[in-house]
């Protein structure tokens, strides 16, 4: 059984830090590629950022780009996102999701991820 949990979410103020996690489980994590995704209040689910399964590939939404950094840790099961100079257009529900096939290439399409954890809030505020 596939699973994925986030963590690490919390109140920050602008300009703050926070490294979020997804653990994973149920299926041979490395071999799938996994991204980072949020959903704020009334907004549609946009992709953030993505990493892939075998060459470590990384992607990023341009609103995020330099700010943002994802990482994964085969030997552990888990994808990380550190979070920078969060701002207040930040806030979200930051969801993990792995893609649908093996060794598939880094896309922010949600279209393209199977299986979702079930997010973790961040909120951006003074």
């Known amino acids: 059984q596939v699973q994925l949990v986030e963590s690490g979410g919390g109140l920050v103020q602008p300009g703050g830090s926070l490294r979020l996690s997804c653990a994973a489980s149920?299926?041979?994590?490395?071999?799938?590629?996994i991204g980072w995704f949020r959903q704020a209040p009334g907004k549609e689910r946009e992709g953030v950022s993505c990493?892939?399964?075998?060459?470590?590939?990384?992607m990023y939404a341009d609103s995020v780009k330099g700010r943002f950094t994802i990482s994964r840790d085969n030997a552990n099961d888990s994808v990380y996102l550190q979070i920078n100079n969060l701002k207040p257009e930040d806030t979200a529900v930051y969801y993990c999701?792995?893609?649908?096939?093996?060794?598939?290439?880094?896309?922010?399409?949600?279209?393209?991820?199977?299986?979702w954890g079930q997010g973790t809030q961040v909120t951006v505020s003074s």
């Open positions: 999701a792995r893609r649908s096939l093996r060794f598939s290439k880094c896309t922010l399409s949600r279209s393209q991820f199977a299986y």
């Open positions: 149920g299926f041979t994590f490395d071999s799938y590629t």
């Open positions: 990493i892939s399964s075998w060459d470590g590939t990384t």
